[in-house]
């Protein structure tokens, strides 16, 4: 069985990391979204099962593409998924989207990989002036 259904693993994920991003409470992304904060800790805990409207809202909110959620579950068919994200989305966005499309890695790997990328990419992409003002404090 090859249907489309929400991972709601990973749309927990990319709401709580750009909340977590912002300082944002859940009630902030409430207000910005439309979906209820109640709502949102279910996905973000993974217990929740958002319907279209409140998936639409949230990947527009992310600004990320709808089928970066949409999928197979593991173990459902192992055709190879094609990777799809925006231009615009960070490259950490879109590692992390090749990471979990790569067949030989399990999602908790693919997890610790993209997490791991996440942190170099932050230390290692800031400006020369900005990592010499950091290392002197």
Same mark, same amino acid.
């Given at each position: 069985m090859n249907s489309k259904l929400?991972?709601?693993e990973e749309l927990g994920r990319a709401v709580?990391?750009?909340r977590e991003q912002l300082s944002a409470s859940l009630r902030d992304v409430a207000d910005a979204t439309?979906?209820?904060?109640?709502?949102?800790? !279910?996905?973000?805990?993974?217990t929740g099962k958002p319907d279209a409207d409140n998936?639409?809202? =949230?990947?527009?909110w992310l600004d990320v593409p709808m089928e970066r959620i949409m999928g197979s579950r593991p173990g459902e068919g192992e055709d190879a998924k094609a990777v799809v994200y925006f231009p615009r989305e960070s490259t950490p966005e879109i590692v992390e989207a090749h990471? !979990?499309?790569d067949r030989n890695l399990t999602a908790e790997t693919a997890s610790a990989l993209s997490? =791991?990328?996440r942190v170099a990419?932050?230390?290692?992409?800031?400006?020369?002036?900005?990592?010499?003002?950091?290392?002197?404090?």
């Open positions: 929400v991972n709601t709580r990391r750009k439309g979906v209820s904060a109640s709502t949102l800790s !279910r996905i973000e805990n993974g998936i639409a809202r =949230l990947t527009t990471l !979990r499309a997490e =791991l990328f990419y932050a230390q290692f992409s800031r400006t020369e002036p900005e990592r010499t003002a950091r290392k002197r404090r």
